[in-house]
């Protein structure tokens, strides 16, 4: 079992950053895969960026170089350093930790961007 819990979200104004931070404990391998999603209402959940394997990131289309995904191995812990925020930013953000058979999921944290 991998518990997540994610923190650092809030209101920011367009232009703005906000750094979320997601804590894992239990039985978490710095081998296995963490990323962050998002879901804005009336939408489904979309990836936003995944640290794989040998720390390779992923990102999403739209991030266009404004987030930065990173892990910290010693602390359980990913970030997503987020700049240039902007109003369709505006979702719940979560992340998640894949081991082989299963991917869990944190409760989430709300970003709001004013535009």
């Known amino acids: 079992q991998v518990h997540l819990v994610e923190s650092g979200g809030g209101l920011v104004p367009a232009g703005g950053s906000l750094t979320l931070s997601c804590a894992a404990s239990?039985?978490?391998?710095?081998?296995?895969?963490m990323g962050w999603y998002r879901q804005a209402p009336g939408k489904q959940r979309e990836l936003v960026a995944r640290?794989?394997?040998?720390?390779?990131?992923k990102y999403a289309d739209f991030v266009q170089g404004r987030f930065t995904i990173s892990r910290d191995n010693a602390r359980n812990t990913i970030y997503l350093q987020m700049n240039n925020l902007k109003a369709e930013d505006t979702a719940v953000y979560y992340c998640?930790?894949?081991?082989?058979?299963?991917?869990?999921w944190g409760q989430g944290t709300q970003v709001t961007v004013s535009s």
């Open positions: 998640n930790y894949e081991d082989l058979q299963t991917t869990y």
């Open positions: 239990g039985n978490v391998f710095r081998g296995h895969a």
């Open positions: 640290m794989l394997r040998r720390n390779t990131e």
